[in-house]
T-cell receptor
């Protein structure tokens, strides 16, 4: 039990739609990172937020965006969904940008 | 592009056997982490190694970081069915903001 929660657990969308995934970090953790894990693959870094500002981004297009709020919650938004966006989306919170990350259980997104 | 190659990709063994999982890269990492992930859950951190040549033990699990900090191994002694899961290695490079580069994982199945 890492104290990191995510919602919803599962989601089905159709191509072209928009989706918002939510994460609640451990209290006191001011950094949240988001990862995409396709079936049979390891997680891939999407971006990191530190004190409500984007603090690094992986190789993902601008239609992947995020927000971090002062109450230790955060969001991942994906616009114009594509079939390849189907994956497990993981958030991980940490006390700081280069400290140990604690992962949530993930949101399983299916795009039809 | 930094890559972490894990081998083997799949491993099916009998209870009581020993096994080793490898994680290799051509890049140097400032730290390397091993995670275990069960179906429908997020990765759970097992260990972090930061010093070249470092060896850490966690009960029946032994982790080693290569001298050049480019590779790592996980050895499990007398595997048990409870060890079944996906084992992921993840590296953090010098100067990164804490974004982790994951391998594809080794799916371990331990049969009673």
């Amino acid at each position: 039990e890492t104290g990191v929660t995510q919602s919803p657990t599962h989601l089905i969308k159709t191509r072209g739609q928009q989706v918002t995934l939510r994460c609640s970090s451990q209290s006191g953790h001011n950094t949240v990172s988001w990862y995409q894990q396709a079936l049979g693959q390891g997680p891939q870094f999407i971006f990191q937020y530190y004190r409500e500002e984007e603090n690094g981004r992986g190789n993902f297009p601008p239609r992947f965006s995020g927000l971090q709020f002062p109450n230790y919650s955060s969001e991942l938004n994906v616009n114009a969904l594509e079939l390849d966006d189907s994956a497990l989306y993981l958030c991980a919170s940490s006390p700081g940008p280069q400290e140990t990350q604690y992962f949530g259980p993930g949101t399983r997104l299916l795009v039809l | 592009t930094q890559l972490l190659e894990q081998s083997p990709q799949f491993l099916s063994i009998q209870e009581g056997e020993n096994l080793t999982v490898y994680c290799n890269s051509s890049s140097v990492f400032s730290s390397l982490q091993w995670y275990r992930q069960e179906p429908g859950e997020g990765p759970v951190l097992l260990v972090t190694v930061v010093t070249g040549g470092e060896v850490k033990k966690l009960k029946r699990l032994t982790f080693q970081f290569g001298d050049a900090r480019k590779d790592s191994s996980l050895h499990i002694t007398a595997a048990q069915p409870g060890d079944t899961g996906l084992y992921l290695c993840a590296g953090e490079s010098e100067g990164s903001q804490g974004n982790l580069i994951f391998g594809k994982g080794t799916k371990l199945s331990v049969k009673p």
